[in-house]
């Protein structure tokens, strides 16, 4: 008889604490509240604010220069294949266009490598007046091998001009045939103030 007395309790004392375990997972449950909104984006198109093109000192407009720099606008921007050699730098002095649609303030954002190797020491490009060919903006990309923080201090781009685009690399030497590496620079350019918004 005590027995079953005592089997009992215990069956009474765990169906109590399962009850008890299912109100704390209801509170829990029931706890939240979640408030619903929706929006609407609406997608249209737009002219692009700029332009990237070939240079006259790259290829492959220029069949002299091409065997070391092409330089080729893209959809998204542009697209530069160069070479470096044992040197302290290599200089490539108007290789592209950069033809501005829309006045606004252009900065540098960010960049990544990647490779075979890490080839570049320092990597400079610069956005220069058409006529005097003065640096409008300098953007640093890398100095001695790493990578820069952005985003940079913005320069104002004027609306109607075509600048140019000229490259400094220097070589972490000394550099042997077959490596590569692959530099993605990503730019912003606001077209309503001066900040340098960060961009992801």
Do not use: W
């Not at 890490?118 to 100095?143: D, E, H, R």
């Not at 400094?168 to 912003?188: A, D, L, M, W, Y």
Request: hydrophobic share 35%; aromatic share 10%.
């Amino acid at each position: 008889m005590s027995n079953r007395i005592y089997h009992g309790g215990l069956r009474r004392r765990a169906m109590v604490m399962a009850l008890m375990a299912l109100a704390v997972v209801a509170t829990v449950v029931l706890a939240d509240v979640v408030f619903v909104y929706q929006g609407v984006i609406n997608v249209s198109t737009t002219s692009p604010p700029l332009t990237f093109s070939t240079g006259p000192n790259a290829g492959p407009t220029n069949t002299a220069a091409a065997p070391y720099i092409t330089f080729t606008g893209t959809n998204t921007g542009f697209t530069v294949s160069l070479t470096v050699t044992n040197s302290s730098a290599v200089y490539y002095y108007e290789a592209g266009n950069l033809t501005v649609n829309t006045a606004g303030y252009l900065y540098y954002n960010s960049a990544t490598t990647g490779g075979t190797t890490s080839m570049v020491n320092t990597l400079i490009i610069y956005i220069q007046n058409p006529t005097t060919g003065a640096n409008v903006c300098t953007f640093t990309v890398i100095s001695n091998g790493a990578v820069q923080t952005g985003p940079s201090t913005s320069c104002p781009l004027s609306a109607g001009t075509t600048y140019y685009v000229s490259l400094k690399v220097v070589p972490n030497t000394p550099v042997t045939s077959g490596q590569t590496e692959t530099i993605t620079v990503n730019f912003g350019y606001n077209v309503i103030s001066s900040t340098s918004v960060p961009a992801p």
